[in-house]
C-alpha cells in the first residue's frame, strides 16, 4: 500500500516558509528561487486539500491547519535528519541516547560531569536539546529529559535526583554588600528576579522571618537562571539563584552569599523517559551515573 506522504522537497520548503512566514526568506535559506518555493507551497497544498497559508496581499502568514503541520513536519524532518546522520555515521542508535535538559542545568552542572560518563562509556553518544518546558515524548524524537517534576511527565518513569536549593548571591564589591548584616538588609539592595519564579524572592524573604512588603518585587527579571548569573557578577544586583549553579564562582570568589540562608522544596530535578525506554541499557548506564552523581551532589 502506497503511503500518503508529500515529496521531502515539498516539506523541507514549506517547514522554512512556516518558520519565516516567508517564501523569499525561505528561498535565501534553501538556495532556491522564491517561485520554487511558491510552487513547492501549491503543490503541497493541492496534495493536502487544504490551505496552509492565508495571502493577503503581499502578506504571508499561516492558517490554523498550516501553524499545526508546520510544528509536526519540524518534529519529523528533525528525527529523520538525526538518523540520517547516525547512518552516516555508522552509528548504532540503541548506543545514542537523546536526552532533554535545561539550559543552564545542563551548562553548569551535566555537562562538566558528561566528560567521565564518556570516558568510562565511549561506545555511548549523548546528545543534548534544550527544552526549558515540559513536553510530551509521543511528539519528539527524544528518549528522556533531566528535568523538573512535573504533571505534564504523567505516565512517564520518573527518578527523582535531587531538590533544588536557591541561595542569594552577589559581587563582592557589589555597592552597601558590606552593610548588609541580616536579611532584612538586603531589602535596601538591587534583588534580581526570575521571571517565571516570582514567588522565590518572598519565600526567602519569609524562611527568614523578614517582614515584606511590595517592594520585595522590585528590580530587573531575566527568563534564565544563567542570565541572573551573568547580572551578579557584573554587580547588577543579588540573585536568588541553585547553589549548585554557583559552586565554581563561589569557591573562587567572583561572587559571596552576603546572608548564609537557603530554600528548598520549589523545584525537584528528575531524570523522566517514558516506559518504553526502560530497556534500553545505554539509557539506564547513563540513569546510574546521574543518580550517582546526584547523590553526590546532595
Known amino acids: 500500500m502506497r503511503r500518503k506522504i508529500p515529496s521531502v522537497g515539498a ?3 514549506f517547514e522554512a516558509a512556516a518558520r519565516h512566514e516567508s517564501f523569499s526568506k525561505a528561498a535565501v535559506e534553501l ?15 493541492e496534495y493536502l486539500g487544504v490551505a496552509l497559508f492565508n495571502r493577503v496581499k ?25 538518523n540520517t546522520m547516525s547512518a552516516m555515521n555508522q552509528q548504532d542508535v540503541n548506543k545514542v541516547v537523546e536526552l532533554a535538559v535545561i539550559p543552564t542545568f545542563a551548562s553548569k552542572w551535566l555537562i562538566p560531569r558528561l566528560a567521565e560518563f564518556q570516558s568510562s562509556h565511549p561506545d555511548i553518544t549523548v546528545n543534548l536539546s534544550e527544552r526549558p518546558e515540559p513536553f510530551l515524548f509521543g511528539n519528539s524524537y527524544l528518549d528522556a529529559a533531566v528535568h523538573f517534576e512535573h504533571p505534564a511527565w504523567a505516565g512517564t518513569i520518573q527518578t527523582p ?7 542569594p548571591v552577589c559581587h563582592p564589591a557589589l555597592k552597601e554588600i558590606d552593610q548588609c548584616h541580616s536579611a532584612a538588609d538586603l531589602l535596601k539592595l538591587p534583588l534580581l528576579h526570575k521571571t517565571s519564579r516570582e514567588e522565590a524572592w518572598p519565600r526567602w524573604f519569609e524562611s527568614t522571618d523578614t517582614t515584606i512588603g511590595l517592594d520585595v518585587m522590585n528590580g530587573p527579571r531575566y527568563d534564565l537562571f544563567s542570565l541572573l548569573i551573568a547580572g551578579a557578577l557584573n ?12 559552586q565554581q564562582e563561589l569557591a573562587d570568589g567572583r561572587l559571596i552569599i552576603p546572608i548564609e540562608k537557603s530554600i528548598r522544596g520549589l523545584k525537584r530535578y ?29
Open 11 to 13: 516539506l523541507i520548503a
Open 31 to 45: 538556495a532556491l528561487t522564491e517561485g520554487a518555493i511558491s510552487r513547492q507551497i501549491a503543490a503541497l497544498e
Open 58 to 82: 503581499k502578506r504571508l502568514s499561516l492558517t490554523a491547519t498550516g501553524r499545526s503541520y508546520a510544528g509536526k513536519v519540524r518534529i519529523d524532518l528533525d528525527r529523520m535528519e538525526r
Open 161 to 167: 535526583l535531587f531538590e533544588e536549593e536557591l541561595v
Open 235 to 246: 554587580g547588577i544586583g543579588v540573585a536568588l539563584v541553585p547553589r549548585l549553579y554557583v
Open 270 to 298: 528528575c531524570l523522566v523517559y517514558p516506559e518504553h525506554k526502560e530497556m534500553s541499557p545505554s539509557l539506564q548506564m547513563l540513569a546510574e551515573y546521574l543518580i550517582s552523581c546526584a547523590a553526590q551532589a546532595t
